[in-house]
């Protein structure tokens, strides 16, 4: 039997909230943040957005030493803002990197049960579609299509996974080391489904936590037809490319009818 492995405690927190015109949003997440996990530091990852979240978040480091914010030239994407700030954490040496949505949708209350996992895991996701998750006033095309995605990612990746496209989680450093970052072209967000995936091939223990998903009161979404496209070539090709990897493996072996026969 295997032993179930040791890990070190938790250590040093940082959330990282990308932003994208968050301008009514950016203060309410950082406090209510502030408020719930109070030990986490902050990093603010602004793409320049045009209506000034950026400024805002200045103010917030300004007035708060936990919280930092990342000033990205332009709007690359999720995933390159994600990366950024890994990178910047990195170097910094923190133990744990969350990830977390500026709009509310990611309650900040409920962070601390994903930590809590994180005592006996390399990767904790908050997830949707697990029991006791769920979404709150989602429209219906959003809840099909995030379903939907959802099984489409378990038939070809065979991921054990209920929400592998959610973007609300933990990560100890340890386990990004390993993931080979630099590899990394997702943009949107199929980055999250990207690592997922790494994660699991990598050997590294994943974990689901159930998470409440309120849909945004402010703010627009930035979800689009482009990254919706991404997603399902990425996913597609990863998923060829394994099943392939399947059948070939299976073709090299000895067929057993051939034993049977001799
Ligand atoms: N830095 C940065 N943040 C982004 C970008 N696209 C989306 N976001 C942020 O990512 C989070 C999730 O985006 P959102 O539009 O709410 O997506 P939805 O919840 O799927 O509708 C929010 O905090 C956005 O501000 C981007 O290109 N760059
Ligand atoms: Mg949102």
């Given at each position: 039997m295997t032993q179930p492995q040791v890990r070190p405690p938790i250590g040093k927190i940082v959330v990282l909230i990308p932003t994208y015109n968050e301008r009514e949003n950016v203060s309410l997440i950082v406090s209510r943040l502030r408020a719930a996990v109070p030990e986490a530091d902050v990093l603010v990852l602004d793409d320049n957005s045009p209506d000034g979240t950026g400024a805002i978040a200045d103010r917030l480091a300004a007035d708060d030493g936990q919280v930092r914010v990342l000033h990205r030239e332009s709007k690359e994407g999720l995933g390159a803002a994600y990366l950024a700030g890994f990178a910047w954490a990195l170097e910094r040496d923190y133990d744990v990197m969350v990830e977390m949505d500026a709009d509310g949708s990611h309650q900040p209350e409920q962070l601390r049960s994903l930590l809590v996992a994180l005592a006996d895991a390399d990767v904790v996701l908050g997830s949707r579609w697990v029991p006791g998750g769920s979404v709150v006033n989602w429209p219906i095309h959003r809840k099909v299509l995030s379903v939907g995605g959802n099984v489409y990612v378990r038939v070809l990746l065979g991921m054990p996974i209920g929400d592998a496209t959610g973007g609300f989680r933990a990560y100890r450093a340890s386990a990004l080391r390993t993931l080979d970052l630099q590899k990394v072209a997702s943009q949107g967000y199929c980055f999250q489904v990207d690592l997922a995936w790494r994660a699991i091939r990598a050997g590294l223990s994943v974990v689901e936590v159930p998470i409440t998903f309120v849909e945004r009161t402010i703010g627009d979404s930035k979800m689009s037809q482009d990254i919706v496209n991404e997603s399902l070539r990425s996913i597609t090709m990863w998923g060829?490319?394994?099943?392939?990897?399947?059948?070939?493996?299976?073709?090299?072996?000895?067929?057993?009818?051939?034993r049977l026969d001799g």
């Open positions: 060829a490319r394994y099943r392939l990897g399947q059948v070939r493996s299976l073709l090299r072996r000895e067929p057993r009818w051939h």
